[in-house]
C-alpha cells in the first residue's frame, strides 16, 4: 500500500500497536518510544485519517512521594503491628523502623480499633492485642488499593476502593488527586488496512551529507512525501482587530485635513470638567460615574487668568451672556485627579492654547476614556471614544453634519441621522444615529453639537463657533465582526484573534 511508505519511522512503529492498545502510555511502552513522540505519531496520524483522538477529562489518584516508598515496603500500621507482634516494643525501638510522624500516626489509627495497648512504665511499651493479630493475617483496604496500577480514574473505583482513597489522601502524600485529560485512541476503517501492511521496511528518511557521499543510498528505496496530507495552519502575524480600526480612523480624518489631539490619562477635575462647564454638583461627578485617583489626589490648576474665567462662568456666566450655575466655584474640587470619562478633555486644552491667527484649525483624537460602569455586554469601564471639533467663524450646524456624514459613510454607514439631545457643554447638542444595512434600524452612536460660550469664550478668550462630537468607536466597529458582546473587543482570545478577518474599508 503506498501510504506505508508515506508514514514516518514513529507512525510506522505505533500504528501496529493500536489494534490492541488505546492509550498513550500503554503505546509508549509496547512501542518502546516517549509519550510525546507516541503523542505526536497519533496526531499525524490522525491527519491521514488513519486514527481519531477522543480527548476527555478525567478525576483521578496517583501515587504520591510516600505512596511509591509504602507500596514497596508496607504501610507503617503494618510495620508497627509486625513489630509488637514478636514482642512488646517502647517508642525509641519503635522510632528505628518508623519516623515519629508515622508512630504518632499508627499510635492514633490502632488504638482506635483496638489493635494496640499502651502500658506506661519508665518508657511507653506497646503490644499488640488479638483484634491486632487479625488485622496482620489479611490485606487492608488501603494495602489492596496501593497495589493497584496507578493512575486510577476516580469514577471506576468500587464503593470499597472510594473509601479507601478518601482515608489515603488525608494522610501525608500516600495519594494525590489530579483532573487529567484521558486521550483514546482508535483506528478507523483505512488505518485497520494500513496496520495490517508490513510497516517494518528500511526507507530512507533523511538525505544526509555523509549519505551522498558514502553512496549508501544506492538501490535504497526512500520514504515518499505526501503533499495531500493535512498540515498544521500557520497563522501571520498581524495588529489586534481593534488596533486595526483605530488606525483606519485615524486616516480619514487626517485626509480631512485634521490635527491628532493626545494626551494622558489623568487630569484635574479642572481640565475634565469644569472647563466644559460642568456643574460642580453634577451627578456625573459623583464616585459612582468617575474614577477618582487616591494618590495623588489633587494636582494643580493653570494660570490664574484662565481659573478666573472658568469660576466667574460657573458662579454668575462672566461675560458670556449666560447666568453660569448661580453657585460658589471650588477650586479645590477642581484640582481632584480623575481618570478622563471622555476625550473631550482634550479639545479643552487645545482650545486654551488656540490663537485667533491659528483660525480656522480642525482637531481629532482617538483615545481611551473611564467610567466606574458595572461592566456587562454591552457597558465597559475602559473604553475608546473618537473625538472631533473644527474651530471656524464660519463653521455652522451644516458643517457639522457634512463631517459627520463622511465619516460614517468611510466607516460602512452611508444614512446618518441628527437628532436632538442635551449635553451639559453643547448647544445646539444633537444624538448621531446611523442606518444599520443588515438589521435594518436606527442605532445611537454618539453626540455632537456646537459648544456653549460658556465652554469657548473662558478657554480662548474670545468667542467662536466650535463643532464638536464624541462617537463611541466600540459601537461604530463591533458590527463589522459580528461582537454581540462589548467584552470581547478587549478579552485577548488567541482563536478570536486568528479568525478575525482583517479590517478593510
Known sequence: MEIAKKLHPLERKVLPHIVNHSSISELAKVSGLQEVEVMRACQWLENRALLTIKSEEADVIDLDINGHEYRKKGL????????????????????????????????GQLRRIGAIEIKKEAELVFSITDSGRKLLEKESEDERLLKKAFPLKLDTLTKTESLAADELLKRKQIIKKDRRI?????????????????????????????LLKSGDWKGKEFRAYDVEINVPRISGGKRHFTNQALEYIKSIWLELGFKEMTGHSVHTSFWDLDALFVPQDHPAREMQDTFYLKTPAKGKLPEKELVSRIKKTHEDGWTTGSLGWRGEWSSEKAKENILRTHTTVLSALTLSKLKKEDLPAKFFAVGKCYRNETMDWKHLFEFYQVEGIVVDEDANFSNLLGYLKEFFRKMGYPDVRIRPGHFPYTEPSAEVDVFHPIRKEWVELGGSGIFRPEVTKPLMGYPVPVLAWGLGLDRIIKEYWEIQDLRDSYKNDVKQLRDFKMWLK
Request: hydrophobic letters at 35%; aromatic letters at 2%; proline letters at 5%.
Open 76 to 107: 507503617p500500621e503494618r510495620i508497627f503491628l509486625k513489630a509488637i507482634a514478636e514482642k512488646p516494643h517502647t517508642m525509641s525501638e519503635l522510632s528505628k523502623k518508623l519516623s515519629g510522624e508515622e508512630i504518632n500516626i499508627c499510635i
Open 182 to 210: 484521558e486521550r483514546t485512541i482508535t483506528l478507523t476503517h483505512e488505518g485497520e488496512k494500513v496496520a495490517k501492511e508490513n510497516l517494518d521496511i528500511d526507507l530512507i528518511d533523511k538525505v544526509t551529507p555523509k
